[in-house]
């Protein structure tokens, strides 16, 4: 059966279905279709809420940045699982609400459903933020994603500065390379002020299990970690855990100074908005699809939250060094040697990978000095 | 005194229209929630119903969200004629995908029906062996099988974890575990000229089975025996072991058939993602249906429905994602509430009762 003849199909099928009231509903489908023709619609699906304090925040608030633009309508769709309920949500958006660029923000929606919504509506752009785009993949699909570790490198400095124990606890959700690339660049920066720190970690299995987290946190603590930081989905309970607790902590994905105004040090945020605003500017203008994207400090892809009070001026100074060098390109986290906690050498003398080197993105050690296994 | 047609009829329009009466009070007290959070009810209502059912995008739509659920309403409904409260299809489904996927990888290179038939058969039997073991520890070890059940389901979850990320990890999938895919040619399709696939049309047909094997054969009383007296059935002579272990070994290969679907049809690879909470929701589908397997279908939809509708509602007029949630827990508190009103009104009793002594009539 061939396009037409379904829409036909369809659209008898529809006529029987509802009669009265399915030709009101396409009534006034037609004007919110027309009205909206002028702008282009994007559409933003998360796989949690838009105001967890974390990563589907960090998405959200970028996408109220694009609502800002005369140009642009914007269709959302908060908790999406990823399940066939992402690609059912993508495709309504496409259907229902006109929308001719989707940002699916979540890792999962990828492999299969972006994809096979990719081919499936060859003239709609799909974004998807986690970096898995190849070039075997649909051309108006694409990847977006920030080198955040740059971020969590320089929190590692300034936790390194308040620490008294030399014990960093690390909350962590899988150990994927994304995830370990993370601890890894937390802990060589602490040691980039003093050999001798630890960092410990606990992985949770899974994006967002507030209770284990909050049951990490406090058992980090009882360890004598002093300084707690997490890569979850919304570190919320951890940084409020580490707060009553009355220990320092750092952020991720969004600012949490407000939940932890007296131990808050620094974070590691995103601000999507940057490759937002390219995507959306790339579609508004009929330029290319932008299929691979990524960036960091320098990009203006990520940034520090403001340092908290408990930070003294000795940390900000040698971050604010280092970030410096980050903005000018030069600095380099993952250098040899370099050996991973079961004295393997992971990295040898002589090679130092750069930002942007792929070998980096199938992290699967942990660096020397992280306890914790795989 | 009710004749004819009145006395066939009123039976079967009391089940029917107290749910639906309790549907209408249910969407009248939602009304008043959305009025209260100053959206206006008709326009929330209307939206509602284009994104559920308005359209032939939207009724698919449905559809694929309802598929799953049939399965998954079914693992509860089952051995709940057997008076067994089993609550763990999540772990079943779990482990019914994975044992898919290993198959699915295994089975490559023979044809796409050898290994499509080859994924459903291991997912319905692992699921089926995972809820044997709580119909089992109930009936040999005494252990109430609503808490083993749910226990059993976080260990099958887990051991889907482990497995994934661990032995059966396809090395190929760093950053999202998986196991090796199966292959796009051996996915299951959709129906034709339908963007559904198949997984609705295994789930309803294995709820009409169930329905009718329950209504018309002496299995269906062998089981309500068992369930309603486990002693009084013992002494008619039944074998009640074998009657509680299969009935929730069935009801566990509903689940386990609709994680195997879940990989076969949508996602291609066994991996975390199939642990998306249908097995919690087929609880509520179950209880909503009163545990009647054939009720089960259209409360799927319903709730398929209900979910396609939130989107739209989240699309269209900016609310929260927890306004469904909300609509979802006043619907189905009024439905199950209503549940006592039936047999309680006097309109539906035909009172034909013949006086069997002479003369007593009033």
């Known amino acids: 059966m061939n396009m037409s003849t379904i829409d036909k199909s369809r659209r008898k099928a529809l006529a029987q279905l509802g009669g009265s009231a399915a030709a009101l509903t396409l009534i006034s489908l037609g004007i919110r279709t027309a009205s909206a023709s002028e702008k282009l619609t994007i559409g933003a699906v998360y796989v949690g809420s838009r105001d967890d304090y974390g990563y589907n925040q960090s998405h959200a608030e970028a996408v109220a940045e694009m609502k800002k633009l005369p140009y642009i309508r914007v269709v959302e769709e908060e908790r999406v699982p990823e399940t066939i309920a992402v690609q059912k949500s993508m495709q309504a958006m496409i259907e229902q609400d006109d929308a001719k660029l989707i940002f699916a923000t979540s890792f999962g929606y990828f492999d299969p459903y972006v994809l096979k919504l990719g081919a499936q509506y060859p003239k709609i752009r799909f974004a998807h933020c986690g970096g898995l785009w190849t070039p075997k993949d649909p051309k108006n699909t694409g990847s977006f994603f920030g080198y955040i570790d740059e971020c969590e490198y320089l929190s590692g400095v300034v936790a390194a500065h308040v620490s008294k124990s030399k014990k960093l606890g690390f909350i962590a959700a899988k150990p994927i390379p994304q995830v370990l690339r993370n601890i890894n660049s937390f802990t060589l920066g602490a040691q980039s002020v003093d050999p001798s720190f630890t960092t410990h970690v606990i992985f949770t299995g899974d994006w967002s299990m507030p209770v284990k987290e909050a049951e990490s946190a406090n058992s980090l603590i009882d360890q004598g970690c002093d300084v707690i930081t997490c890569h979850v989905d919304s570190p919320k309970v951890i940084i409020e855990t580490a707060e009553k607790r009355g220990v320092y902590c750092t952020g991720y994905h969004v600012d949490q100074s407000s939940l932890a105004p007296k131990g808050y040090l620094t974070g590691a945020e995103w601000v999507w908005a940057t490759p937002y605003k390219m995507l959306v500017d790339a579609a508004y203008e009929g330029k290319p699809m932008l299929n691979f994207l990524r960036g960091g400090l320098k990009e203006g892809f990520v940034k520090m939250s403001p340092y908290g009070k408990a930070v003294p001026e000795k940390a900000k100074e040698t971050a604010d060094a280092i970030k410096a060098k980050m903005l000018g390109g030069s600095y380099v986290i993952f250098k040899g040697p370099l050996k991973d906690n079961n004295g393997k050498t992971v990295i040898p003398e002589g090679v130092s990978l750069g930002q942007r080197d792929v070998a980096l993105e199938g992290m699967n050690y942990l660096v020397a000095g992280v306890v914790g296994q795989i | ?362």
């Open chain 2, 1 to 362: 005194m009710y004749t004819g047609i009145k006395r066939f009829l009123l039976p079967i329009a009391e089940p029917l229209l107290v749910p639906t009466g309790a549907i209408l009070v249910g969407m009248l007290l939602f009304a008043g929630f959305v009025a209260l959070v100053g959206q206006s009810p008709p326009e929330v209502f209307l939206t509602l119903y284009q994104g559920g059912f308005g359209s032939s995008f939207s009724l698919q739509n449905t559809l694929v969200l309802a598929s799953p659920l049939i399965l998954t309403g079914l693992a509860v409904a089952i051995p709940a004629q057997a008076g067994m409260i089993m609550i763990g299809g999540e772990g079943a489904l779990a482990l019914g995908a994975l044992l898919a996927g290993v198959v699915g990888y295994a089975l490559h290179d023979n044809s796409a029906l050898v290994a499509q038939i080859g994924m459903l058969t291991a997912g319905a039997l692992t699921g089926a062996l995972w809820f044997a073991l709580s119909g089992w520890l109930r009936n040999y070890r005494g252990v109430n099988e609503t808490i083993s059940s749910l226990l059993l389901s976080y260990i099958g979850i887990a051991l889907l974890n482990y497995c994934i990320q661990g032995p059966l990890k396809d090395p190929a999938s760093t950053n999202n575990p998986a196991t090796h895919p199966i292959g796009d040619a051996h996915m299951i399709g959709n129906i034709p000229g339908m963007d559904v696939h198949y997984g609705l049309i295994i789930g309803i047909v294995f709820a009409l089975i169930i329905w009718l094997v329950l209504k018309y054969t002496t299995v269906g009383l062998a089981l309500r025996a068992v369930g309603g007296n486990p002693r009084a059935a013992q002494m008619a002579g039944l074998n009640v072991n074998y009657w509680v272990i299969g009935a929730a070994a069935v009801g566990g290969a509903a689940a386990g058939l609709s994680g195997a679907i879940e990989v076969a049809a949508v996602q291609g690879s066994a991996n975390s993602a199939v642990v998306a909470g249908y097995g919690f929701t087929g609880i509520l589908v179950a209880f909503i249906a009163r545990q009647n397997p054939f009720a089960v279908i259209p409360i799927a939809i319903l709730f398929g429905g209900i979910d396609a509708a939130g989107g739209m509602l989240q699309r269209r007029l900016d609310m929260p994602d927890a306004t469904v949630i909300v609509f979802q827990g006043i619907l189905f508190v009024v439905i199950l509430a209503s549940d006592t009103l039936l047999g309680r009104f006097r309109f539906f009793k035909p009172t034909t009762t013949k006086p069997v002594i002479k003369g007593t009539e009033s």
